[in-house]
């Protein structure tokens, strides 16, 4: 269907129910916008724009819960809802861009102020927060770290900035807020759970690093998922994704591992101050992710990968040869 096709380019797999919710979300945000932009003593258009923003804020951090409610509803996974949240954060990047220039266009000076009743510096700071973080997306790929922590600074400073400005954009962020705080919580409990300790370390054609990890409590999980590893010995901040592999130790998971080259997360691991080793102590959050499409129960699967991108394959064709 039309739906199949888009998801096949730059659109990521569409269930009906995220189709419908972002729908909902747009209608939602063309009606609120109207709404607040009506009755306002300010320029009813650039009203409008800033109450668009408002909309996005409150919607922006749903798509990057790594145990979502909203996910889950929806039929789908965090991996797969990601693409939504840099949408989100493009338009209200568009919206409050949009908003302080016509309100600057409109009142002059007077759009700089800072005063009790309507902090309009505040805004603006919180617009410069947004700059950044937009500039630093595209680095994304190759200085991940980097375009992390901006994020991880940025935007919460962004949103205290936004609530000086109006209070509102808090209020209406409560909700998603709340669910981030919960979703810390339960990551936090699970990493506590899931620590495990390497039983094995093999290099395979010379780039690619193979650890067997072993979890007391076991490490149950599904064809196809990934888990984010954490090695203490190289750095407690950093987590990255990587595919479970199928072991042929009992009770203990795989992880494949390509080196991306020096000052890399991969690089550190074999090569840093602590390298990794039979023995060493790791942390695992997961597992996560769900197939798009339900190979179980049909006659014929074909896989096509290529390289590092084998070891989802590798994780599928174990589970699909054990469902038989």
Known sequence: GVLSRL????????????????????????????????GADDPALWRSFGAAAVFCFAFVLFPVLRNSPVAFLLGTSFERTVPYHRWVGRLLFVMVTIHGAGMLAE????????DAEKNNLAGLISWCCMV???????????????FHYVHLVLFPVSIVFAALHDVRTVIFMSVSIALLAGDWVL??????????????????????LSLELSCS???PHEMGQYVFLNYPGYSWLQWHPFSLVPSQRKGCVRLLIRENGPGSFTHGLRHGRRPIAVGSVVALDG??????????GQ????????GVGMTPMLSILSGLVGSC
Do not use: N
């Not at 990551?187 to 690619?208: L, M, N």
């Not at 006659?299 to 290529?306: E, R």
């Open 217 to 219: 409590t076991g490490f």
């Open 132 to 146: 950044a973080m937009v500039l630093t997306a595209p680095l994304r790929r190759r200085y991940w770290e980097l």
């Open 7 to 38: 998801s096949e380019g730059w659109v990521p797999a569409v269930t009906p129910g995220v189709a419908l919710w972002v729908v909902i979300w747009v209608i939602g945000l063309v009606a609120f916008s109207l709404i607040w932009g009506a």
């Open 287 to 296: 597992p996560f992710g769900r197939l798009g499409v339900p190979l179980q």
């Open 187 to 208: 990551r936090a409990i699970g990493v506590w759970k899931h620590v495990a300790t390497v039983e094995a370390v093999e290099v395979v054609g010379g780039e690619i």
């Open 299 to 306: 006659p014929t699967a074909v896989l096509i990968c290529g």
């Open 107 to 114: 009142k002059g000076d007077e759009a700089l102020e800072w």
